[in-house]
């Protein structure tokens, strides 16, 4: 009983060990990680100062209104 105990006590402080050297090995994709999530945050909450343009301009909807409007009134 013993042996199967010290047996479980090693794996598990063996595996501490292995999470905290990967967590040693990544602390700089870590911090990386973090700023791009800040930066990412920040540019979502502040307003967008160029608001997107429409993707078809105004006045080609009102030269396709007004040539439906004129079909309209031909038929």
Known sequence: MGVGMT???IFLMLLIACIEWVKYFNRNFT??????QK???KSRDSPTKNEASPAVPVEVFAA???AFEADNKNS
């Open 7 to 9: 047996a479980v006590m």
């Open 31 to 36: 911090a990386l990680e973090l700023q791009t």
């Open 39 to 41: 930066s990412h945050r």
């Open 64 to 66: 396709a209104i007004n």
